[in-house]
């Protein structure tokens, strides 16, 4: 038996995703790791407080270059309790990246260009 546990995205900016986290989705920190050997990298993990699925952010001091994530065909899912309210929210935030209207859907993309699907609540 497996159970989902958490996602990853590796992100160069912390803080700034993080706030974005926040923002965008109402994801709060839930617990840290950061490497023993003099702050080589830091893992964030993000909860919505209702689930215990997580979205770990990967940061690494070393790194300067931007990921390369493809054509971004791999995404992260989340349903939107007032779907209506979450889109103005993320039209004003200016993070809308792809719309599907047909299949009442949109993207947002965060600040290392990952994407995120937003839903409407399972009817």
Avoid: Q
């Avoid at 989902?4 to 900016?13: E, K, W």
């Avoid at 706030?19 to 965008?24: D, L």
């Avoid at 939107?80 to 039209?91: G, L, P, R, S, T």
């Amino acid at each position: 038996m497996f159970v989902f546990n958490h996602f990853n995205y590796n992100v160069l900016d912390l803080e700034k995703s993080i706030k974005f986290y926040e923002e965008a989705l109402g994801l709060k920190e839930v617990r840290r790791k950061t490497s023993p050997s003099e702050g080589e990298w830091i893992l964030v993990y993000l909860g919505d407080g209702k689930t215990g699925f997580s979205l770990e952010l990967t940061w690494l001091r070393d790194r300067k270059e931007p990921y390369n994530l493809g054509e971004n065909e791999f995404h992260l899912a989340v349903e939107a309790d007032d779907y209506e309210a979450a889109y103005k929210k993320h039209k004003e935030m200016g993070c809308i990246c792809f719309e599907n209207p047909d299949m009442g859907i949109y993207f947002i993309s965060d600040p290392d260009n990952y994407w995120i699907e937003i839903i409407p609540p399972k009817k």
